[in-house]
């Protein structure tokens, strides 16, 4: 069975450029999340999906972030103008039941690497 | 609000001996919590999980870890570590709700020394 599968793994923009990222969770994880880690910070919550709809967007930084997952399948992260500050890992991670802490395991993508020069 | 706070950024230690990852967590309500691992150039795996019962928890790797509610800490620990436990590791911890979302602390980055 595949896993958690990031594209692409390392991507380098300007500054105000446009990158859009991809994630495929394992096939029939309804439950789909997007973290950032910035360099040797923590691991931070962007958002939660469950199927198509935005379960949690709480941790999305500002609106030159936009999150699709069209048919509750793959979903993209977009991020438009990229500043400086955007740099990071993105990392994807899929749950089959709803509330992870009942299930104790999200399995991640190997994350996108995003670097704004 | 939920926070997670690893104490250590790097812990060296020499191949063969004991370890032990610190973690302390704040919540106000009851927790689950979790140890994540990430080896180089691979995505994050879970490496054991407390959702309740026994206090103790063993994981996968020889790694274990004990959750103590008084001190708010899930500490993790090997008695004797090997060249390939080299990795980072993420304590983390979830409030059950109907927004359920994990919460990971900054990271230990463990260097085994031969």
């Known amino acids: 069975e595949a896993g958690v599968t990031q594209f692409p793994s390392h991507s380098v923009i300007e500054k105000g450029q446009t990158v859009t990222l991809r994630c495929d969770p394992i096939s029939g994880h309804d439950n789909l999340y997007w973290y950032r880690r910035v360099m040797g910070k923590e691991i931070k919550f962007l958002l939660h999906f469950v199927k198509e709809s935005k379960q949690d967007e709480s941790g999305m930084p500002n609106n030159r972030f936009l999150a699709e997952r069209t048919g509750g399948t793959y979903s993209t992260l977009k991020v438009q103008p990229a500043e400086l500050e955007d740099s990071g890992v993105y990392f994807c991670?899929?749950?089959?039941?709803?509330?992870?802490?009942?299930?104790?395991?999200?399995?991640f993508g190997e994350g996108s690497r995003l670097t704004v020069l | 609000a939920q926070s997670v706070t690893q104490l250590d950024s790097q812990v060296p230690v020499f191949e063969e001996a004991p370890v032990e990852l610190r973690c302390n967590y704040s919540?106000?309500?009851?927790?689950?919590l979790f140890w994540y691992v990430q080896y180089p150039n691979q995505g994050l795996q879970l490496l054991l999980k407390?959702?309740?019962?026994?206090?103790l928890v063993k994981g996968i790797n020889g790694f274990e870890a004990e959750f103590n509610k008084s001190q708010t800490s899930f500490h993790l620990r090997k008695p004797s570590v090997h060249i390939s436990d080299t990795a980072e590791y993420f304590c983390?911890?979830?409030?059950?709700?109907?927004?359920?979302?994990?919460?990971f602390g900054s990271g230990t980055r463990l260097s085994i020394r031969p």
């Open positions: 983390a911890v979830d409030v059950y709700s109907s927004a359920s979302k994990i919460i």
């Open positions: 407390y959702l309740s019962g026994s206090t």
């Open positions: 919540s106000s309500v009851s927790v689950y």
């Open positions: 991670a899929s749950s089959q039941d709803r509330v992870a802490g009942e299930t104790g395991e999200l399995f």
